[in-house]
């Protein structure tokens, strides 16, 4: 069974900072393609950002040149290094992997000053 554990988020001031973690059991993880979520209040969930089991990516075009994800297998560990963040990237950020049904807690990012 897939078991997705996000971390890294917090309070931030807007221009500032994070990187989020999201570490996975439960799955071949090498050639999983995984993404980045983030659901704000009211707002349906959305899909930030994507990466393959080679290292491919996509971005939602919201983030695109902000945000940057990327993998370590043998750490089993999917990261997104968020900056110039803005109070619209406030949401709480979960991980998914492709073909898999399973989510995390997800990490709440709050940006604010």
């Known amino acids: 069974q897939v078991h997705l554990v996000e971390s890294g988020g917090g309070l931030v001031q807007p221009g500032g900072s994070l990187r989020l973690s999201c570490a996975a059991s439960?799955?071949?993880?090498?050639?999983?393609?995984i993404g980045w979520y983030r659901q704000a209040p009211g707002k349906q969930r959305e899909l930030v950002a994507l990466i393959s089991s080679i290292g491919s990516t996509n971005y939602a075009d919201s983030v695109k040149g902000r945000f940057t994800i990327s993998r370590d297998n043998a750490k089993r560990t999917v990261y997104l290094q968020m900056n110039s963040l803005k109070p619209e990237d406030t949401a709480v950020y979960y991980c998914?992997?492709?073909?898999?049904?399973?989510w995390g807690q997800g990490t709440q990012v709050t940006v604010s000053s």
């Open positions: 439960g799955s071949i993880f090498g050639r999983d393609t």
């Open positions: 998914k992997i492709r073909g898999y049904d399973n």
